[in-house]
């Protein structure tokens, strides 16, 4: 049995109090940020609300009843005040028989919402929290499955194998992921359509039409779990599903997830700013009460690190993926979550040419292994650097393999020798797990015998980058991190706190605003306990 993350072997001369030193930066560079969170909503915010109490469903114009109930209150009593209060109080005392047929009359305009008072707002609040609270027992009741069918198969033995199924068909999708799991893939990503972080709205039912990607939608994630559960029990050992809790929809999908049981979300504090162009403050408005749902849900986030090494160099950039990683760990720990949950990222992405290139990357892995021991780390194979020759492509990808097994990373997505010519085949996923498969097996306990030399070239690296992390982070306390993402800290792209899409969807919360669903978030004794086998965190090679 590997190693789990938990138990990962220091290999580098790091300072404790310089670990500690850095975490307290991003501590302060994050609270300001917490702050803004605390004392706003968004509309995709209420909307999550209101798919909690099982609003599911659409108009003929295809639009999702949650938006047009959501618009309609907006238009009339205010979204300040949160959903439920005018919502539940239209609801009973129009005498509708569902959420459903009050959206409908809604879109007709046929309502007219208001903020109750007195014993009006009573029986709202009242009503409101006990179909939130509905919506939360099935998120709990899907977390003890997921336990349950983990000790009915087995747990996969760390690094986890992890690998992108998406044909734009989730019929198709289905037997590929199928197929890519009985030869080896223990996490399948159904990547998205593209451009649907860009929808300020999740479609509905299963869909056959996304571009380079799949809808993520709550049907299609229904029908993958299934098909994984399937293949699971097949196989004797529990296969992952991953999706994406991004964009201007964060908090739906994420609440989406967490009903129909995915096992991971990629959720970023800045991915959505700074390569979707969405508005800082609604990301992280957005992003914490995702979170929440994710911490309840015992859902392992995976964040985007990896991305600002394709734009910017992987070098000289080393610094601000730790910078950003430390800011995900003081939030994702703020909404809730487990380090067991915390699966951040980075990624092998410096320039083969590049002297002592394998050595810089064993360098900033171990490092990142050590600063989060108990995180389970995604690592992302070669993209910027991988051309039209499959052979060196092939090779590179099999020491990015070779350096997540040295240092102990946790899950491994597989590279893919034809990253750079197009959408890979079925047979080039084949060759690629063969590769993974050649390099865990060969060279899977090659960890135990990695001890950088004290004082060489690989702990010299690491402790630069820790200390211009460092650097960086005093400098973001004092600037401010929405002015840093504004200057082009991260990533080498500009983006303005005030710029960008979903700015109109942020809203400042009233005096006496409800959202019944953070109230539970925040007292779990509000709504059903977990299950007691549900609420340990994932540790990654744990035996089962």
Not at 127 to 138: K, N, P, Q
Not at 203 to 215: M, N, V
Not at 270 to 297: E, K, L, V
Not at 302 to 311: A, M, S
């Amino acid at each position: 049995m590997r190693k789990s993350a938990a138990t990962a072997v220091p290999r580098l001369n790091l300072e404790p109090a310089v670990m500690r030193a850095a975490r307290d930066l991003a501590r302060q560079a994050g609270q300001p940020i917490v702050d803004l969170a605390r004392k706003h909503t968004t509309v995709s915010v209420e909307r999550a609300v209101l798919r909690l109490a099982g609003l599911r469903g659409a108009g003929e114009d295809g639009m999702p009843w949650v938006n047009q109930l959501a618009d309609a209150i907006s238009r009339t009593a205010g979204l300040q005040h949160g959903i439920a209060l005018p919502a539940w109080d239209a609801l009973l005392t129009g005498g509708y028989p569902s959420l459903c047929a009050l959206a409908a009359d809604a879109a007709r305009r046929k309502v007219k919402f208001r903020i109750p008072a007195g014993e009006d707002a009573r029986a709202a609040r009242a009503a409101a929290s006990a179909a939130v609270g509905a919506g939360f027992a099935t998120i709990d009741a899907q977390r003890a499955r997921r336990d349950a069918t983990i000790a009915e198969t087995a747990e996969p033995p760390a690094p986890w194998i992890y690998l992108i199924v998406a044909t734009g068909d989730i019929h198709e999708d289905i037997p590929q992921a199928k197929a890519a799991a009985r030869a080896g893939a223990d996490v399948i990503a159904v990547i998205r359509s593209t451009g649907q972080s860009l929808l300020d709205y999740v479609p509905e039912g299963a869909t056959r039409e996304g571009f380079a990607g799949t809808y993520a939608t709550q049907e299609n994630f229904r029908l993958m779990r299934s098909a994984l559960d399937d293949v699971s029990r097949e196989l004797g050992r529990y296969v992952r599903l991953t999706n994406y809790a991004s964009g201007l929809c964060m908090p739906e999908i994420a609440t989406l997830a967490g009903l129909e049981r995915l096992d991971m979300m990629l959720n970023d504090c800045m991915y959505g700013i700074i390569f979707r162009d969405i508005n800082p403050r609604r990301t992280f408005i957005d992003q914490r009460f995702s979170r929440q749902i994710h911490a309840r849900a015992g859902i392992i986030i995976n964040t985007g690190e990896d991305n600002y090494l394709t734009t910017a160099d992987a070098v000289e950039a080393a610094h601000t993926v730790v910078v950003s990683q430390l800011l995900n760990e003081y939030f994702g720990k703020e909404a809730g979550l487990a380090d067991g949950q915390l699966g951040l990222g980075h990624a092998f992405e410096i320039n083969p040419a590049v002297p002592d290139s394998f050595l810089l990357e064993l360098a900033h892995a171990q490092l990142i292994r050590e600063l989060f021991p108990a995180a389970p780390l995604k690592y992302m194979p070669p993209t910027k650097h991988m051309t039209g020759n499959v052979f060196a492509g092939y090779l590179l990808d099999a020491f990015f393999s070779l350096c997540g097994m040295m240092t102990d990373q946790s899950i491994l997505l597989v590279g893919m020798m034809t990253e750079g010519i197009h959408t890979p085949f079925l047979s080039d996923r084949d060759l690629a797990l063969e590769n993974v498969r050649y390099v865990r097996d060969a060279a899977g306990r090659l960890g135990e015998s990695f001890r950088p030399a004290p004082g060489g070239f690989i702990e010299r690296r690491a402790a630069e980058v820790l200390t211009e992390s460092i650097a960086l982070l005093h400098r973001i306390c004092g600037d401010g991190l929405l002015n840093a993402i504004a200057d082009g800290t991260f990533g080498i792209t500009k983006r303005p706190a005030d710029g960008g899409r979903g700015l109109d969807g942020v809203i400042e919360k009233a005096d006496g605003y409800l959202n019944p669903a953070a109230d539970i978030l925040a007292d779990p004794q509000r709504a059903p306990a977990v299950a007691p086998s549900a609420g340990a965190p994932v540790t990654i090679g744990a035996q089962q």
